[in-house]
């Protein structure tokens, strides 16, 4: 299995395909520069212990169809439209997920949310009802998941109006180890992408003892 991710050499890119190839699941990392995907991957390459999946750094279109059918799309909100624009014939019979967050660009622990009322929606109104958009992985820590050493701490929320990409979405984030759960359809994203700068004050706050805090759902106890 090949997935590939859009903006793979940004933090949160960097470290879901570390993440993905140590669990076994080859990542086509992509990037407007196909030479700077294939450097970090190279590097990345190097941090994997053995018995990993391969990370192969492309341009992003090349990234794109690489992919068996799941495409992780990992780029800052300024960059989301026009990178989706630059893909979306090679996304045809495959599925988008989605992990953008509209922060603000003057305070990173606001969201500015688009018309269409988060980046999910705003992903799946741009690439029509024919190519599934599905909302994940908002939560994480980057610097958690560049760090091999580390378990992820959170779990995860999937959202999307197709239940059947819902499903394998889940299924490929609990090949990190970690608990996904289905948060029902794309207009959830609203409420997971919000959840993201109040994470980041959290973590950045003096008040607190600790950072890169993740969300879980617990289970009661009786």
């Known amino acids: 299995m090949t997935i590939a991710i859009i903006g793979g050499t940004g933090p949160q890119g960097q470290g879901l395909a570390l993440r993905f190839a140590k669990a076994g699941v080859a990542v086509a990392l992509g990037s407007r520069d196909g030479g700077r995907a294939k450097q970090i991957a190279e590097t990345l390459n190097e941090k994997l212990p053995e018995g990993s ?12 169809q690489a992919a068996d059918e799941l495409v992780i799309l990992a780029v800052p909100f300024s960059a989301h439209n026009v990178t989706l624009e630059g893909i979306k014939p090679d996304l045809v019979g495959k599925v988008l997920v989605d992990i953008v967050v509209p922060l603000s660009a003057t305070d990173p622990k606001l969201v500015d949310m688009p018309p269409e009322g988060s980046a999910t929606e705003a992903a799946q109104a741009l690439l029509g009802k024919e190519i599934p958009v599905i909302g994940a992985l908002h939560n994480v820590s980057a610097t958690t998941l560049n760090n091999l050493e580390w378990d992820i701490n959170c779990d995860i929320l999937v959202c999307g109006n197709s239940l059947d990409a819902r499903k394998k979405v889940m299924a490929l984030c609990n090949r990190l180890g970690v608990q996904s759960y289905n948060a029902g359809p794309a207009q959830s ?14 973590n950045i706050s003096k008040a607190v003892p600790f950072s890169h805090a993740g969300m879980k759902i617990w289970a009661p106890e009786h």
């Open 189 to 202: 994203a609203r409420c997971i992408e919000a959840m993201t700068p109040i994470l980041i004050r959290i």
């Open 53 to 64: 999946a391969e990370i192969l750094g492309l341009e992003n279109n090349l990234a794109t």
